[in-house]
Nanobody
Framework: QVQLVQSGGGLVQAGGSLRLSCAAS????????MSWFRQAPGKAREFVASISWGGSQTYYADSVKGRFAVSRDNSKNFLYLQMNSLNPEDTAVYYC???????????????????WGQGTQVTVSS
């Protein structure tokens, strides 16, 4: 059974930083492409970042490039999202997602991922 359990998030002032974590409870974590998505109120879920099996390849949405960093620790089955220089437009519920396939930068849609975390709220105040 594939489970993703998220932690982190919360309230931060504009310009601040937060780190999100996503713990995977399944084996072969290192054979899953992992991604982060977010969903703001009244908006569709959107892609944020993705990372390859071994962590050597990453891909970011233009809106977060240079501010966010995705990483993973396969020895601990963890995925991370370090978010810096946050602004109010980053306010959303953030989700981690897993796809049992090699890294592909075209995989930026909800339907590309079979497994999801429960979501965690990130609120950035101005």
């Amino acid at each position: 059974q594939v489970q993703l359990v998220q932690s982190g998030g919360g309230l931060v002032q504009a310009g601040g930083s937060l780190r999100l974590s996503c713990a995977a409870s399944f084996e072969s974590f290192n054979r899953y492409m992992m991604s982060w998505f977010r969903q703001a109120p009244g908006k569709a879920r959107e892609f944020v970042a993705s990372i390859s099996w071994g962590g050597s390849q990453t891909y970011y949405a233009d809106s977060v490039k240079g501010r966010f960093a995705v990483s993973r620790d396969n020895s601990k089955n963890f995925l991370y999202l370090q978010m810096n220089s946050l602004n109010p437009e980053d306010t959303a519920v953030y989700y981690c997602a897993a796809r049992g396939a090699p890294f592909n930068t075209a995989r930026v849609y909800e339907g590309d991922y079979a497994y999801w975390g429960q979501g965690t709220q990130v609120t950035v105040s101005s």
